[in-house]
């Protein structure tokens, strides 16, 4: 395609530069990982203009529908399986540091954990999932999914953990997890989910890496922020319940 149907049909009527078509090329060629010297996708035809290099199939509705449907489906998966396996480990992690109770401590706080982990999980995941099934993509709307997720799952696990403790024991519990905590990591994992499905990349494991890493830092935030995560609970339940 020559420079001049370029200058036609993009910008119709408006005066642009070569370089400004240049740089949209240079745009194109970084978000496909594309290499000008030796390049898959665009290939530049000198004092002409530009060459597409790939095949090109089109794809009908029915398959576009499903395609989505499937990379949907596949981070709720992942963002539930990790969150079901991250609860798990820190449950049994928190069981064999509280040294007392034994093995029943462990299993009984892997299993809890393991069920709040498994809520936010699916929480974000399937906010995340909504997002790409309602844009048709995977765009900076997956962040916000992710974030109302994360708000439902601080929001239930805040409140059972307060009232189910107040239920059992009577006591209060006070500060736990909650809302501003689910707000944070959602926003997280949500920028991970982007950034590797922009790219359209395969959700696990690059997805899961990706969203422990930015949990990680978003944990810091939380933490010189005032929060309280896994860790903060349990000591504020151990607190609230003393010796008994």
Same mark, same amino acid.
């Given at each position: 395609?020559?420079?001049?149907?370029?200058?036609?049909?993009?910008?119709?009527?408006i005066p642009v530069t070569d370089e400004a078509l240049t740089q949209c090329i240079r745009t194109l060629w970084?978000?496909?990982?594309?290499?000008?010297?030796?390049?898959?996708?665009?290939?530049? &035809?000198?004092?002409?203009?530009?060459?597409?290099?790939?095949? &090109?199939?089109?794809?009908?509705?029915?398959?576009?529908? +499903?395609?989505?449907?499937?990379?949907?489906?596949? &981070?709720?998966?992942?963002?539930?399986l990790s969150g079901a396996l991250a609860g798990i480990l820190g449950g049994a992690f928190y069981g064999a540091?509280?040294?007392?109770?034994?093995? +029943?401590?462990?299993?009984?706080?892997?299993? /809890?954990?393991?069920?709040?982990?498994?809520?936010?999980?699916?929480?974000?995941? /399937?906010?995340?999932?909504? +997002?790409?099934?309602?844009?048709?993509?995977?765009?900076?709307?997956?962040?916000?999914?992710?974030?109302?997720?994360?708000?439902?799952?601080?929001?239930?696990?805040?409140?059972?953990?307060?009232?189910?403790?107040?239920?059992?024991?009577?006591?209060?519990?006070?500060?736990?997890?909650?809302?501003?905590?689910? /707000?944070?990591?959602?926003?997280?994992?949500?920028? =991970?989910?982007?950034? &590797?499905?922009?790219?359209? =990349?395969?959700?696990?494991?690059?997805?899961?890496?990706?969203?422990?890493?930015?949990? /990680?830092?978003?944990?810091?935030?939380?933490?010189?922020?005032?929060?309280?995560?896994?860790?903060?609970?349990?000591?504020?339940?151990?607190?609230?319940?003393?010796?008994?």
């Open positions: 395609m020559s420079k001049t149907r370029f200058m036609d049909e993009v910008w119709p009527g970084r978000t496909l990982g594309d290499d000008a010297a030796n390049p898959r996708y665009i290939q530049t &035809v000198p004092k002409h203009g530009y060459r597409f290099l790939a095949e &090109v199939a089109v794809e009908d509705a029915p398959e576009l529908a +499903a395609r989505r449907s499937s990379i949907a489906g596949h &981070v709720a998966g992942v963002f539930t540091l509280a040294g007392t109770g034994g093995g +029943a401590t462990i299993v009984v706080l892997a299993a /809890l954990v393991g069920a709040l982990g498994t809520l936010a999980g699916a929480a974000i995941g /399937l906010g995340m999932a909504a +997002a790409i099934a309602w844009r048709e993509r995977a765009d900076p709307s997956v962040i916000a999914g992710a974030m109302t997720g994360g708000v439902i799952a601080g929001a239930l696990g805040s409140t059972l953990g307060r009232d189910g403790i107040g239920l059992l024991t009577g006591e209060a519990l006070g500060r736990v997890t909650g809302i501003y905590e689910g /707000l944070v990591l959602g926003a997280a994992v949500g920028l =991970a989910g982007w950034l &590797v499905l922009r790219e359209n =990349a395969s959700p696990a494991p690059r997805l899961a890496c990706v969203a422990m890493v930015l949990g /990680l830092v978003a944990g810091f935030f939380i933490d010189i922020g005032g929060g309280r995560l896994l860790g903060g609970s349990l000591y504020a339940l151990q607190h609230s319940l003393g010796d008994t």
